[in-house]
């Protein structure tokens, strides 16, 4: 799986290069009997930390929470012990996943949601306030012989976030407009 990373890196280097842009650039460390790999973006600062355990990617913001993962691991308390996880968990009882996305943002942002209240106006309160109170969301795949299968504990797909939570954002669609023109902007001022 490395090796197909980093040649999709390559590949995408390559175009940013064709296109006069900056690209991505990988670090890799070894440490405590783990090989941690960093993804940066050259051009926003934003990288990607992740490393290899147990037949697992374990992927974060930054190494510290890799890190964390694996002592969390390591001690044994892990998501199948977290009631907050296993309440999240198809009904169905099926828990034989190929891949899971999992998230329980609303302890994070309780805090900051309380801090800016009265900084912003009462629109952007009540979606801080629904994404403060949020459960948490699990998004699942299972690999079959010729199909993989999507599913998600939420109606608002993997990252839990429905209309009414992303009030006033773009939809999908608008989104991607809005990346092709400010990409197209870019090309125009250089």
């Known amino acids: 799986m490395q090796q197909t990373f980093e ?3 390559e ?5 940013a290069a064709k296109e006069g842009r900056s690209g991505l650039q990988w670090e890799r460390s070894e440490s405590g009997g783990h090989t941690f790999y960093t993804l940066k973006s050259l ?6 930390h992740y490393t290899y355990a147990n037949g697992y990617l374990i992927a974060a913001p930054s190494r510290a929470l890799v890190e964390r993962a694996l002592k969390y691991n390591e001690s044994g308390y892990t998501l199948l012990r977290s009631p907050r996880f296993t309440s999240t968990l198809p009904a169905d009882g099926n828990a034989n996943f190929s891949a899971i996305f999992y998230h329980d943002l609303a302890p994070l942002l309780a805090p900051v949601a309380g801090q800016v209240e009265k900084a912003v106006p009462d629109e952007q309160q009540k979606v801080l306030k629904n ?10 795949a299972y690999a079959q012989g010729d199909r993989i299968i999507f599913a998600s504990n939420s109606e608002g797909g993997p990252f839990g976030l429905s209309p009414a939570t992303l009030m006033g954002l ?20 250089r």
């Open 11 to 15: 590949k995408l280097n390559e175009w």
């Open 131 to 140: 994404a403060a109170e949020a459960p948490p969301t699990l998004a699942y």
């Open 7 to 9: 040649r999709v890196v």
């Open 43 to 48: 051009a926003y600062g934003v990288e990607l």
């Open 170 to 189: 773009p939809n999908s669609f608008e989104m991607q407009h809005i990346l092709d023109k400010g990409m197209h902007v870019e090309k125009v001022e």
